[in-house]
């Protein structure tokens, strides 16, 4: 299609269709329901003893709408995050990890290639349920927190990231090397 075309897209073995437009080379789907759970509502279930809901436990909420999460004093959601919110989809609603005490990690990374200062006792305000991972992020993009990888003829900059939630933790360096986490002890503590 060249941009500006439309064709007419419809579920497989169903009859309800609808009409596709080409924008900048991408194909943009409207809403196209093609079963009856795609609007299925959801009813909230009872939190864990550590969550609030809202709205609360027993209310409907619509397809695609979201249950808020906030936590009891003390707890905390993953990454550090005070709320959270998790969508209902197809009459059912997809829980990922829920409130846990609140503390302080202390991670150590190791670089294969060189060690920077500081790498051995970074950290992190999270919860005892944290995960965390090295990874990396394009050099230059949103993610990027330093944009300086460039001007060395890397492609990316390593971060240390909280996993479920892809919460920075910290840079690390350039993806000239290889860092792998090395330890992480939790101890709890306040929420911060």
Known sequence: LSHGGT????????SGSATATCHDGWLV??????????????????????????PKQGSQIASKQSLKVTCK??????????QGSYTCYRGEIAFGQLCSTCGTWTIGV???????PGW??????GVASDVFEV?????????DPVK??????????????????????????????????TSSQFAQGRCI
């Open 7 to 14: 064709c007419q897209v419809r579920c497989k073995g169903k």
């Open 29 to 54: 789907l409207p809403p196209l329901r093609c079963t009856q759970e795609d609007q299925a509502v959801c009813t909230v279930p009872a939190p864990d003893e550590n969550s609030i809901f809202n």
């Open 73 to 82: 004093e003390g707890y905390g959601l993953p990454g550090g995050k005070a």
């Open 110 to 116: 190791k670089g294969k290639r060189y060690q920077n």
């Open 120 to 125: 051995d006792k970074i950290t992190f305000h």
């Open 135 to 143: 990874t990396g992020v394009a050099t230059g993009s949103d993610q």
């Open 148 to 181: 300086n990888c460039g001007q060395f003829g890397q492609p990316e900059q390593l971060i240390l990231q909280e996993k479920s939630t892809s919460t920075l933790v910290t840079a690390l360096s350039c993806s000239n090397q290889e860092i792998e986490i």
